[in-house]
């Protein structure tokens, strides 16, 4: 499995100015400021989206159950200039982006190469959580999406516990380490952004670290399994073989003596 990269300021605008569809330039922005994946983008229609109170409901999702996610500021005067310009009805049932899936990303190589930017559409979503804090965002806001956009239940808990508190002047590293779920290094890094004013680095160098530590402690893993599986299909072959070959020995001693 591929790291994930995080991606620079410069490098998503880049990556914006390299992309002529409006249509497509909007479906970027999805990517970035909800955390969505290509396939609930794909499948996102007008009507999915509430202006009224600001969010968006997805409905097909990788566990089969609806997923609300906020609108940010940003986001809405994006849909809502998009929508004026084109004249379209936010209450319509069609899809906002009715395009095939490799139709998608080979814009988005187009676009990245265009910019010199190496990375995955799939990277985008993985990235919206420091876009929004490098955006002004605050803490609490910032934490608020990500408790709806996360995928695993227990960290998407921690983090809701974790709103409450910080709202109450609790420092972040405080609720992370207590809830054991996090390794210590990124909660001593996210208690040095917090003392220093500097949380949005420190998480993006958090990023960074285990961008390089996780596809080289899978490597270490497959390393030391791969002696193991060698010697367990040598095992297999050999007790298929005997299981073959001694009872027609047998019946070779009996056939001799007889």
Same mark, same amino acid.
């Given at each position: 499995?591929?790291?994930?990269?995080?991606? *620079?300021?410069?490098?998503?605008?880049? $990556?914006?100015?390299?992309?002529? /569809? %409006?249509? @497509?330039? #909007?479906?970027? *922005?999805?990517? $970035?400021?909800?955390?969505?994946?290509?396939?609930?983008?794909?499948?996102?229609?007008?009507?999915?989206?509430?202006?009224?109170?600001?969010?968006? $409901?997805?409905?097909?999702?990788?566990?089969?159950?609806?997923?609300?996610?906020?609108?940010?500021?940003?986001?809405? *005067?994006?849909?809502?200039?998009?929508?004026?310009?084109?004249? $379209? /009805?936010?209450?319509?049932?069609?899809?906002?982006?009715?395009?095939?899936?490799?139709?998608?990303?080979?814009?988005?190589?187009?676009?990245?190469?265009?910019?010199?930017?190496?990375?995955?559409?799939?990277?985008?979503?993985?990235? @919206?959580?420091?876009?929004?804090?490098?955006?002004?965002?605050?803490?609490?806001?910032?934490?608020?999406?990500? %408790?709806?956009?996360?995928?695993?239940?227990?960290?998407?808990?921690?983090?809701?516990?974790?709103?409450?508190?910080?709202?109450?002047? %609790?420092?972040?590293?405080?609720?992370?380490?207590?809830?054991?779920?996090?390794?210590?290094?990124?909660?001593?890094?996210?208690?040095?952004?917090?003392?220093?004013?500097t949380i949005d680095t420190t998480l993006t160098k958090v990023s960074e670290?285990?961008?390089?530590?996780?596809?080289?402690?899978?490597?270490?893993?497959?390393?030391?399994?791969?002696? #193991?599986?060698?010697?367990?299909?040598?095992?297999?072959?050999?007790?298929?073989? #005997?299981?073959?070959?001694?009872?027609?020995?047998?019946?070779?001693?009996?056939?001799?003596?007889?």
């Amino acid at each position: 499995k591929k790291a994930i990269k995080v991606l *620079k300021i410069e490098e998503i605008q880049r $990556i914006f100015n390299n992309v002529k /569809n %409006e249509k @497509f330039k #909007l479906f970027l *922005k999805f990517a $970035i400021l909800t955390g969505m994946r290509r396939g609930e983008l794909l499948n996102l229609k007008w009507s999915d989206l509430n202006l009224d109170d600001k969010y968006i $409901i997805v409905r097909e999702t990788k566990s089969h159950k609806d997923r609300y996610i906020p609108i940010s500021d940003e986001l809405f *005067k994006i849909i809502l200039k998009y929508i004026e310009d084109n004249n $379209i /009805n936010p209450k319509s049932n069609q899809k906002i982006f009715n395009w095939a899936p490799s139709s998608v990303t080979h814009m988005f190589i187009d676009a990245t190469r265009n910019a010199g930017v190496s990375c995955r559409l799939h990277d985008l979503r993985h990235n @919206f959580a420091t876009y929004l804090l490098k955006s002004g965002v605050d803490i609490v806001e910032s934490l608020w999406v990500a %408790e709806r956009v996360i995928g695993n239940a227990v960290l998407a808990r921690v983090i809701r516990e974790s709103i409450m508190r910080v709202k109450d002047g %609790e420092p972040l590293s405080a609720c992370l380490s207590e809830s054991g779920h996090f390794p210590p290094l990124i909660v001593r890094m996210i208690q040095i952004g917090e003392s220093t004013g500097t949380i949005d680095t420190t998480l993006t160098k958090v990023s960074e670290h285990y961008d390089k530590e996780v596809p080289y402690t899978i490597k270490k893993i497959f390393a030391i399994f791969e002696p #193991l599986m060698i010697i367990l299909l040598g095992a297999v072959v050999v007790s298929i073989a #005997l299981s073959m070959f001694l009872p027609m020995y047998q019946m070779i001693r009996i056939m001799s003596k007889g």
